[in-house]
């Protein structure tokens, strides 16, 4: 500080951004509708991979192949809820209840790994929310049932760390969107 009085301004949020590459840098822009939340062109791209880094297309396929198999399971779960159903019903309910929760996370990680294929990195942070989760869950599990999903904890952590390696950061910084 200065004798004459001055006082130094103070530092503007924002001033100093990082440095393209480097450091953590929250997304500019979060979707505002259901319509910007959706794929571009509906589900049937989800077949079709653009020219993106090698990391983010097995990074896409992991997303994508293991909420197709999440949904596949939820299916499946539906069948055995109504078994379960007819033989105890409060019980088969809580099933109902637990495999509709689960068709539903399922189909969002489709859907965030096809904006995550845009280059949205809301996406991004959303699918790496999901890896977190999923190591949550495989510790709950291990601890209440003795077995624990950490095969499918360690997959959705291959896919997320593919997801932030430097090779993919181009991807999200690019320019949006992508299709």
């Keep these: 500080m200065s004798t004459t009085g001055d006082v130094p301004e103070p530092e503007q949020p924002g001033a100093n951004p990082p440095e393209p590459g480097r450091g953590f840098k929250v997304p500019d822009h979060w979707p505002r509708t259901f319509n910007e939340v959706m794929p571009a062109g509906g589900y049937s791209g989800m077949f079709s991979v653009p020219a993106m880094p090698t990391e983010l297309k097995i990074s896409y396929w992991v997303w994508v ?3 197709l198999l999440g ?8 069948f055995g809820a109504l078994v379960l159903f007819v033989v105890s019903p409060p019980a088969g309910i809580l099933l109902l209840l637990l495999v509709l929760v ?5 189909g969002a990680q489709i859907t965030l790994a096809m904006k995550m294929k845009e280059g949205w990195e809301w996406a991004r942070f959303a699918l790496t929310i999901a890896a977190g989760v999923s190591l949550v869950l495989a510790a709950l599990s291990t601890g209440i049932a003795g077995g624990g999903s950490w095969p499918g904890f360690l997959i959705s952590l291959a896919a997320t760390v593919l997801m932030w390696l430097p090779n993919s950061q181009p991807w999200f910084t690019a320019g949006k969107p992508r299709f």
Aim: charged share 0%; glycine share 24%.
């Design 65 to 67: 192949i293991g909420g």
């Design 71 to 78: 949904l596949l399971a939820g299916v499946i779960g539906l």
């Design 102 to 106: 689960a068709l539903a996370l399922a």
